[in-house]
């Protein structure tokens, strides 16, 4: 990996869709290597903080930095080729495109590191599929081709936007223990989840959002001793 | 993934470099016309089937290769070596600048931008007399003499059609053509992954104009003449049946639409005059029925290429 000084700092963003406020001056940051965790119930504002980062939907106020640079404006594309690399939560790979295919579309950066063969060591699945259409892969396989699909992009940071959801658990549980082998790798993230456990496998820290704000920052070990702690403000 | 397309491609050159043997005059013609509008329909596809957006505006580029052709042979006395590539990057740029208004738009805006683009070319041709001719069209347009009879004319598209064939077809199987699908499949979720998408989008319409114009300036030396109509949207709204009638899911549908529609409108011209009343009901039934257009009936499906 390059070392490009890694740092997402979200300044007092405030994005609406349309008239409704959805992010009231939300606020964190994202160190060097470090997983990050939105957590909170549906609709508190975690995707739209992803989208905003991500340039897929402007905040009308506050900044995005990332590695000093406000990229609040820029083109979806632009903030992918700085090295953001963004991982929905509807799995949205290109289902008439092979799995092959689905990694060769993407823009590479050129002082990526990331190529096939790297990402099939890390999704081994993936390389005995990589003829199938994408649309004939089950959610796990899906998942898993959509995060590797945007490692090829040769990111420095990923926005995860849930992705254990909808998947059964033993490929959460595969696909927690392939995150982890990315966070090994020294990719920062920013993780969108409202499982709990896969919360605290990955995360080195937890910010709880409600209604649009950050509530709450807790570690997972404040969490492990004392789970309600985190329950108690996802109303779970 | 691709050798049966390029095995088909030579295979079917081979087929039609037959046809001079059969020393008809008159299937010599109808295939040098069909070898044309192959090119021409294919080049459309490039937009409809692998980016998804639907031009109706196509002829402009057909006719701004036949013009630019025909005024360097005939006004400059170029040589075809120089007048043919001249046309084809003098409509490249002219795509490059339409384009860069039109690729802003998508759906329908697009659809009425190219139109209107469309429009104002054939207008330019139409007024532009002291160079165009006008509505008298551009005349005597003369080929060399190395291509000059019938059969040395057709043997000529169809060594130029073959390599815009192999061009088209290794545009649409490199990473190029597999961004134009992304993008048609969703421009947001390939805008996230870095792509450009504006950006290959114009790269594509040029593309596509650049051999539309290969076509026009085909169609031009076949016909000794070039007509505005050439850039009327009847003659795009005519490509455009053809794509949909060979099917846009696939490279060859296009192809199959274009031979389809010429053959099939010469036979029942010859029975009724009322060819265009059926081309209606052909349409009406492919778009019902099958939705794949002809090559679908051969096992092509969408996003198969």
Redesign the interface.
């Known amino acids: 990996m390059a070392d490009l000084p890694i740092d997402l700092k979200v300044e007092t963003i405030s994005t609406f869709y349309g008239l409704s406020q959805i992010l009231f001056e939300l606020s964190f940051e994202v160190g060097r290597s470090e997983v990050v965790a939105l957590v909170g119930r549906n609709g508190v504002g975690k995707t739209t903080t992803m989208r905003s980062i ?3 939907t402007r905040p009308r106020s506050g900044r995005v930095l990332w590695a000093g640079e406000d990229i609040v404006g820029l ?3 632009r ?3 700085l090295g953001i690399g ?1 991982v ?1 939560e509807d799995r ?1 790979i ?4 092979t799995v092959w ?1 689905n990694l ?6 050129p002082d990526s590191d990331w190529t096939e063969e790297r990402v099939f060591d890390i999704f081994p699945d993936l390389a005995e599929l990589r003829g199938r ?1 994408g649309g004939h892969l089950s959610g796990g396989q899906q998942q898993m081709l959509t995060i590797a ?2 490692l090829m ?1 040769g990111p420095k940071l990923l926005l995860l936007d849930e992705p254990s959801e909808g998947l059964a658990p033993l490929a959460v549980e595969r696909m927690v223990d392939r995150i982890k082998a990315l966070k090994e790798e020294g990719l920062s993230m920013v993780l969108a989840e409202q499982n709990t456990d896969v919360v605290l496998a990955l995360s080195d820290r937890m910010h709880v959002v409600e209604k649009g704000v950050i509530r709450a920052t807790l570690s997972p070990e404040e969490v492990r001793e004392d789970e309600n702690r985190l329950t108690s403000y996802l109303m779970l | 993934m691709w050798r049966p397309s390029l095995i088909a491609i030579f295979a079917a050159a081979a087929v039609f470099a037959l046809i001079p043997l059969s020393g008809s005059t008159y299937l010599t013609y109808l295939f040098t016309q069909i070898l044309i509008f192959i090119l021409f329909a294919t080049s459309l596809n490039l937009l409809i089937g692998y980016l998804g957006l639907v031009s109706f505006g196509h002829a402009a580029y057909f006719a701004l290769g036949g013009y630019g052709c025909a005024i360097l042979l005939r006004t400059y006395e170029m040589p075809l070596i120089v007048a043919m590539p001249g046309a084809m990057v003098m409509t490249a740029v002219l795509a490059a600048v339409i384009g860069f208004f039109c690729v802003r738009l998508t759906s329908y805006y697009f659809a009425m931008l190219t139109l209107a683009f469309g429009q104002l070319v054939w207008a330019v041709v139409f007024k532009w007399r002291s160079v165009t001719g006008g509505d008298d069209g551009f005349l005597r347009i003369l080929a060399p003499e190395w291509i000059g009879t019938p059969a040395s004319f057709y043997l000529f598209t169809l060594a130029v059609v073959t390599i815009a064939m192999l061009a088209l077809l290794v545009i649409t199987q490199s990473p190029l053509g597999r961004m134009l699908v992304a993008i048609r499949e969703n421009e947001v979720r390939a805008g996230f992954l870095g792509v450009h998408t504006r950006r290959i989008q114009l790269i594509a319409f040029v593309l596509a104009g650049t051999f539309a114009s290969t076509a026009g300036a085909l169609f031009g030396m076949f016909n000794r003449s070039i007509f505005p109509n050439s850039a009327w949207w009847l003659q795009s709204a005519e490509v455009l049946v053809m794509v949909v009638l060979g099917g846009m899911n696939s490279f060859f549908g296009p192809a199959l639409g274009a031979i389809a529609l010429i053959v099939f409108g010469r036979i029942t011209l010859e029975i009724t005059v009322y060819w265009p009343a059926l081309l209606a009901i052909i349409l009406i039934v492919t778009l019902f029925f099958f939705p794949n257009g002809i090559a679908g009936l051969f096992g092509a499906r969408r996003g198969k290429r």
Do not use: K
């Open positions: 991500a340039g897929l083109a979806p594309h903030i992918a080729r963004y929905p949205r290109f289902p008439e495109l295919e060769d579309v993407v823009w590479r950066s259409d699909r945007t992009t």
